[in-house]
């Protein structure tokens, strides 16, 4: 009875939530969810550069494609920064930072490319974009005490990436 | 003062579930009574308004919390609680209906 009381209140008015913060029901974490995410912000990079070097008139249909690739560039470079701050807050631990203390300056780091990666169009600070998220999957396998390779990607951009090595 | 909260999450599973609502008696209204054993709703700055089981307070009222889950995300991972973070404890729980 108080409870469809309380039901209805919230409908009504909405009750503040109270967070019982939980990871349930994963503990499955990955880096390579970021690490696509970079690689694919240089991607769109490239391929504005191609296409502007076949447009160079410009027209609709070019602006067309490439508003797209910009949107596209946008959302990959936030989600790579969303992956690897959801693994940095909820997986990371004290000890882990022990032994790796230039963690937090690492995820700092990544964090301020993927948004140069967001406001230019510069290959180069996407691709040290990527490569700061391969440097974080190698400590975050690490930490698993599971060991890495570094392995060009079978697509384009064919960067170098950092794998597990199962 | 008192406020209502709606709980989100499992972390204090089994004794409070999604859904449930509790009341919260404020702060400065209860903060020296705060024990171990209380439930403690903080506004945390990273993951927001958050509710907990205080499992200990520190000789300098440094207040650690934890869940009942074992995935539960608290004072393990985040440290202990400010001070300044307590909204204030639970004093009535309103549970689901059990079928």
Redesign the interface.
């Known amino acids: 009875m108080i409870y469809k009381l309380m039901k209805m209140l919230d409908k009504s008015f909405g009750i503040e939530q109270a967070k019982a913060h939980c990871d349930i029901p994963c503990g499955i974490y990955d880096p390579i969810t970021a690490q696509i995410a970079g690689l694919t912000v240089v991607r769109m990079i490239d391929l504005m550069a191609d296409l502007e070097s076949k447009h160079p008139e410009g027209g609709l249909e070019m602006q067309n494609s490439l508003g797209r690739y910009v949107a596209s560039k946008e959302e990959h470079a936030e989600k790579a920064k969303h992956d690897i701050r959801v693994i940095w807050g909820d997986y990371i631990k004290s000890q882990h930072m022990e032994k790796h203390p230039n963690l937090h300056e690492l995820v700092h780091k990544i964090m301020a490319l993927g948004s140069k990666s967001r406001q230019t169009a510069d290959r180069e600070t996407a691709v040290q974009f990527v490569e700061a998220i391969n440097e974080f999957a190698e400590i975050f396998w690490e930490t698993k005490g599971i060991a890495v390779k570094r392995a060009k990607a079978p697509y384009p951009p064919a960067l170098e990436m950092v794998y597990p090595d199962l | 003062m008192l ?11 089994p004794e ?1 579930r ?1 859904g449930d ?2 009341l919260i008696a404020k702060i400065p209204l209860g903060f020296r009574s705060i024990r171990e054993g209380d439930v403690v ?1 903080f506004k945390h700055p ?7 089981k205080v499992r200990q307070v520190g000789p300098e009222n440094q207040i650690y919390v934890t ?1 009942t ?1 074992e ?4 004072s393990r ?1 985040f440290g202990a609680v400010s001070q300044d973070w307590i909204m204030g404890k639970v004093v009535w729980h ?4 059990t079928r």
């Open positions: 406020k209502f909260a709606k709980i989100v999450d499992h972390s204090l599973w409070y999604e609502f509790v709703v990273l993951y927001g308004l958050m509710i907990k869940g889950h995935k539960s995300v608290d991972q309103i549970g689901r209906p």
